[in-house]
């Protein structure tokens, strides 16, 4: 979250300001309603049980309805849901052998700060190795097969160590839309590198001073402090922010 807008995270981790029930946003609504349901569904180990109907209902039984315009709006979105819910039921691409860590807040005190974060899900794969995946319910797929390592990936690294006394092997980014899972090795080369990466962005937050807002077009749609930041509306810096993060060098003309 500093990364993509360091306001946001002032607002949620140094203000400690909560959401209003009203300012809910329907895609968060959407994402821990899934979150939630896979974490259930992850936990069943009888066959009679896991089924998809079953996977199904889980999701009406832990559905959040805050957020949506209406009925219309949230049913469409309980649809798309559902959809996604059978593409993973129809081909899970994280198989496991063993489930170690569903939908898990952990804490770790790294000294000068603690470390904490959900896992959504820590598994032993057929070949043995451990693997957290952290499953994404957004359109856009931010990561591809040789990204650098992100502040997630040491966080979730560190954190389940933490919990099982062991550094995963494979760190992954599920993103549920697309069905497509992208993995990161983790090994005893990069190790150091993902430590120090957290601590370069520890260093980053501690000497950030202004916390400047980064508006784009979903801010009113998206963000839950829309509502008490100043620039979510302002068309100048939201259009200003996209034409600064053009890359040129992607297009033809
Ligand atoms: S509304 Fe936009 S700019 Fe403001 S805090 Fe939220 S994401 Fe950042």
Redesign the pocket.
């Known amino acids: 979250m500093f990364k ?2 360091k ?2 995270f002032k ?1 949620r981790y140094i203000d400690k300001i909560k959401p209003s029930t009203q300012s809910s946003s329907k895609y968060l609504s959407f994402g821990q309603s899934i979150h939630k349901t896979l974490s259930k569904f992850n936990k069943i180990t009888d066959k009679n049980i896991k089924t998809l109907n079953n996977l199904h209902n889980l999701l009406r039984s832990n559905w959040i309805r805050e957020g949506y315009r209406d009925k219309d709006e949230e049913r469409d979105f309980g649809l798309k849901a559902l959809k996604i819910l059978t593409n993973y039921f129809n081909n899970p691409l994280d198989k496991h052998k063993k489930v170690l860590i569903t939908e898990k807040m952990i804490y770790k005190d790294m000294g000068e700060f603690i470390l904490c974060g959900i896992i959504d899900k820590g598994f032993l794969r057929s070949d043995n190795k451990l693997e957290i995946t952290d499953y994404k319910t957004g359109g856009i797929v931010t990561h591809s097969n040789d990204f650098q390592i992100d502040l997630q990936l040491p966080i979730y690294v560190l954190l389940a160590e933490e919990y099982l006394s062991k550094y995963p092997s494979i760190v992954s980014y599920y993103y549920l839309l697309h069905n497509k899972k992208i993995d990161r090795e983790v090994n005893n080369k990069n190790i150091n590198a993902i430590i120090e990466a957290l601590w370069k962005r520890f260093n980053e937050i501690k000497n950030e001073n202004t916390f400047p ?4 077009e979903y ?2 749609s ?2 839950e ?2 509502s008490i ?1 100043e ?2 509306t302002n068309e100048n810096a939201i259009i200003a922010n996209e034409l600064k993060n053009l890359d040129n060098s992607k297009y033809l003309f």
Do not use: F, H, I, W
């Open positions: 993509t807008c306001r946001k607002y807002c980064n508006p784009n801010c009113l998206s963000c402090y829309s930041c620039e979510s």
